[in-house]
């Protein structure tokens, strides 16, 4: 048995499981791995330092895989931008052909990738965003709604809202992103009116995970209550665990007249590398979703995808359709 979906065949994939980009854990060993357990693996653009490095990275993965793979570029607001379009180049001549875009106005590097024949998956976290970004032409959404790690957006729509909302408007495939972590959840997923799940934090908790092995024990510590937003004050709310930096962060940012730059030295990228790569986890942020509750393993990747499809196989087989029973009359 398999679970076939428009989003399977669309990117040429046989579980409908992805795994997100995901800052300093998207790389190859992980993309790789999700890939070659039947899942589409994702690539972080901007974990490379230079689209050259980026080149590389996706050469290495294909000595790792003959799958699917795919990359995220993640556009975000910043003073001093990373040169968007030299990763972009670099993803289109690499002969990449899956890409997931996330972030503010991904119009022109759809347009570049649909130019060259790339599959592209947005990633948004609202309705309005998800049909902007399929006028845009982009081939598939993948909506992420609150519960998730990173940037939930400012609307706080859970997902039990917000996918139905989404599939009921949308025409292309849809994925649903945020607090997956089982086969539940992929079985609750395809019957909101997804095609299939994106997961992060989920794939952090892994062997493949090239992550210390502390931050892949803190998250299965963790429970559902185990996480921070912050951010919330400037408009661009992240979704990260609750460590001793994340608390001090959500302190700092409510004392009156707090601005941006008082918590700028405790929220910085390298300083969340850090934690990630040495285990000290009150090194910088740890960014994780409320599905810590559901994650108490690290399984590989190719247990954990073949696990979830297989209970979300039996959930709707057995247990579901279980429940549908004839009327009996007296
Ligand atoms: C450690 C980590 C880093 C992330 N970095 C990015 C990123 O750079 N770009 C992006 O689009 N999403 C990023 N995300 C979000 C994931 O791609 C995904 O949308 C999210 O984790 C889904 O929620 P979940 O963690 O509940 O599965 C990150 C998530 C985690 C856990």
Redesign the pocket.
Known sequence: MTLRTRFTDLVGIEHPIV????????RAELAAAVSNAGGLG?L?A??QPTPDDLRREIERCRTLTDKPFGV?L?ILPSVSPPPYAEYRKAIIDSGVTIV?T??HRPQEHVEDFKAHGVTVIH?CTAVRHALSAERMGVDAI?I??F?????PGEDDIPGLILIPAAADKLTIPMIA?????DGRGLAAALALGADGI???????ATVEAP?HERVKQFIVDNDERGTNLIFRKFHNTG?VAKNSVSDQVVEISARDGAVFEDIRPLVSGAK?RTA?ETGDLDAGL??????QGLIHDIPTCAELVGRIVHDAESIIVSRLAGMVAEQVTA
């Open positions: 795994q997100g980009g995901m800052m300093w854990v998207g994702i972080t901007l974990t995220n993640t997931e996330a972030g990633k993948s992420d709604g519960e998730c790690a990173g940037h992103s945020g607090g997956f972590g994106n997961m992060g934090t989920r794939f952090c992550i979704r969340g990630l740890v960014w994780a979703g409320q599905v």
